[in-house]
Nanobody, 123 residues
């Protein structure tokens, strides 16, 4: 399984960004696809996840209403649309995958990781 994250960049507070995670290497019909982030000096934290089959989603409380996760089956790609960005959203964002149907919030439950993409929100 290979995950390729992209779409990060520098944005002003209140702005928007869309991250992409291109997945390859197998069929993902029974997978959970997630986004995590890690700020300097902090632990990696859960952002959002989507069940590839069915498309149901889950979000960290602080992201609800601002971030939207989705997937495109035809392109084998997962997206994270981020809006109303705040300086505290600054972090490296990682996409991750795990088999099964349960969404876990701990990064230790995910087997596959992309390389990360930097998101910087200026005030």
């Amino acid at each position: 399984v290979q995950l390729q994250a992209s779409g990060g960049g520098l944005v002003q507070a209140g702005g928007s960004l869309r991250l992409s995670c291109a997945a390859s290497g197998r069929t993902f019909s029974n997978y959970i696809m997630g986004w995590f982030r890690q700020a300097p000096g902090k632990e990696r934290e859960f952002v959002a996840a989507v069940r590839w089959s069915g498309g149901s989603t889950d979000y960290a409380d602080s992201m609800k209403g601002r971030f939207t996760i989705s997937r495109d089956n035809a392109k084998n790609t997962v997206y994270l649309q981020m809006s109303s960005l705040k300086p505290e959203d600054t972090a490296v964002y990682y996409c991750a995958a795990r088999s099964g149907s349960v969404i876990y919030y701990s990064s230790s439950n995910y087997n596959y990781w992309g390389q990360g993409t930097q998101v910087t929100v200026s005030s």
